[in-house]
T-cell receptor
Framework: KAGVTQTPRYLIKTRGQQVTLSCSPISGHRSVSWYQQTPGQGLQFLFEYFSETQRNKGNFPGRFSGRQFSNSRSEMNVSTLELGDSALYLC?????????????FGQGTRLTVV | SQQGEEDPQALSIQEGENATMNCSYKTSINNLQWYRQNSGRGLVHLILIRSNEREKHSGRLRVTLDTSKKSSSLLITASRAADTASYFCATDTLGYSTLTFGKGTMLLVSP
């Protein structure tokens, strides 16, 4: 069974640009969550998509957005990039059940904003 | 916000020794999970323990959960150099499936 695939693995962008990250979950999983990891703030929840709908949202500005497609693949978009957006962005795949929350992560996308 | 707090922040041991990491959290939980992360890469799922369970084993891993103290521990027995990584606990609450992570414990296992 294939794991969670995130693309690209590395990105370098300039301030003010926008970026789109992609995540393909484990086959059969309907929930995709996104997390941002920085040395200062640790792992922070961005949002969760379940069956193409945003189910939960973390405390991030509106520049961070996402979507999920009918095949459960998800994309995350960050507009008007700031230096502070440099981070490892991790995608988690789970069945989406409220009781079984076992989540499996991809290798992450390392975003550097210069 | 961080729900879990891992303790210690860093742990250095020799191969063959046992490593124990602790996690404390603040609110009632549904499940608690432990993850490993190697050098800024993705998180590897280690084990999930439900709020009604007290202990769980997986290979060289043993996890305990004490809901009355809002704490969990991860024991790695007979550590190997390959166990060198950061370890995180993550909790979720019933009806809210997202995970809240602690800041992690950095484990260094020397040959």
């Amino acid at each position: 069974k294939a794991g969670v695939t995130q693309t690209p693995r590395y990105l370098i962008k300039t301030r003010g640009q926008q970026v789109t990250l992609s995540c393909s979950p484990i086959s059969g999983h309907r929930s995709v969550s996104w997390y941002q990891q920085t040395p200062g703030q640790g792992l922070q929840f961005l949002f969760e998509y379940f069956s193409e709908t945003q189910r939960n949202k973390g405390n991030f500005p509106g520049r961070f957005s996402g979507r999920q497609f009918s095949n459960s693949r998800s994309e995350m978009n960050v507009s008007t990039l700031e230096l502070g957006d440099s981070a490892l962005y991790l995608c988690a795949s789970s069945s989406g059940g409220q009781r079984n929350t076992e989540a499996f992560f991809g290798q992450g996308t390392r975003l550097t904003v210069v | 916000s961080q729900q879990g707090e891992e303790d210690p922040q860093a742990l250095s041991i020799q191969e063959g020794e046992n490593a124990t990491m602790n996690c404390s959290y603040k609110t009632s939980i549904n499940n608690l999970q432990w993850y490993r992360q190697n050098s800024g890469r993705g998180l590897v799922h280690l084990i999930l323990i439900r709020s009604n369970e007290r202990e769980k084993h997986s290979g060289r891993l043993r996890v305990t959960l004490d809901t009355s103290k809002k704490s969990s521990s991860l024991l790695i027995t007979a550590s190997r150099a390959a166990d060198t990584a950061s370890y995180f606990c993550a909790t979720d609450t019933l009806g809210y499936s997202t995970l809240t992570f602690g800041k992690g414990t950095m484990l260094l296992v020397s040959p």
